[in-house]
């Protein structure tokens, strides 16, 4: 268990203009580091000898060692407070990792804890200066909703890569429970040797997408991850055909977090989070129940939406 906590002997206005200044240098740290190992890092580890799984494995390691220096800046300068859960058990053959995502930091934890990780990333950061170079050696997986995107995630499964999934496709709305679209689950019934969860909580939530960098809370903010018990996938894969597996596995995992971060609230004394339907999965919200149904039986591509 990586456990941290930093407090701080300061009166509370001059704590909050601290870590208001410190959320700020995090942010021009991270995009001044993903220009470091474009220009300078990547191309060194390059030149070094190997084949292709060395030489990604390589820039993998270098990014989780960047990310892991990151976490310890956000830690030692008092933007935050960590708590990480069972991480040494992350980083198996064939381990598909699903966690909720409270924050835009969730990502920077994760892959700080594990040295050899892929990941589906949001399209954009193939064109964002800071961070396509990284993100194209490291061979991530582009969420562009598409089913080859899925089929190369299924692949690096197959292949017996680590794959970091975030199954909301976007961040989660404060103070509601996560809702997951069911590409993520067709990946793991595809590829996976193992599911295991990791329950994320973010209080006072911070970074969301309806919160600016600036909109820092009125106190330091505790993240804490947990590792939770590992989901065999072929239990839900040997009875049923892909589209209804799929659905039973996402149902599963939903009930899963909804009762894991319930829990979590209620030892810490949080409001439970309120379950709605995400406006970004048309077969949860969609009216056109023939949309749904064309999309239930593409059963050799299944339907995903990843924002």
Known sequence: MDMASHPLKRSSGANYLWRLLATGASFVLFGLGGLVLRLFILPLLGLLPGDAATRRRRV????????????????????????????ERLGRPGQMIIANHPSLIDVVFLIAHIRDANCIVKQSLWRNPFTRGPVR??????????????????????????LIVFPEGTRTAPNRAPVFHRGAAAIALRGARVI???????RPTTLTKAEPWYRIPERRVRVTLRVGPDIAPETFHATAPL???????????????????????????????????SANDPLQTSPDLGL??????????PFSVYE
């Open 196 to 202: 295991t969860p990791v329950f994320i909580t973010v």
């Open 137 to 162: 050696s490291a061979q991530y997986i582009s969420n562009n909703g598409s089913p080859d995107m899925l089929e190369e995630a299924a692949d690096a499964l197959r292949e017996g890569q680590t």
């Open 60 to 87: 993998r390691n270098a990014i989780s060692r960047a990310f892991y220096l990151h976490v310890q800046f956000m830690y030692r300068s008092g933007v935050l407070e960590f708590e990480f859960q069972g991480a």
């Open 292 to 301: 749904a149904g064309r999309m239930e039986k593409r059963q050799d591509r």
């Open 243 to 277: 589209p209804i597996a799929s659905r039973r596995l996402n149902e599963h995992l939903q009930h899963v977090y909804r009762d894991a971060l319930q829990l979590a609230n209620a030892e810490h004394g949080w409001p439970n989070a309120e379950h709605l339907p």
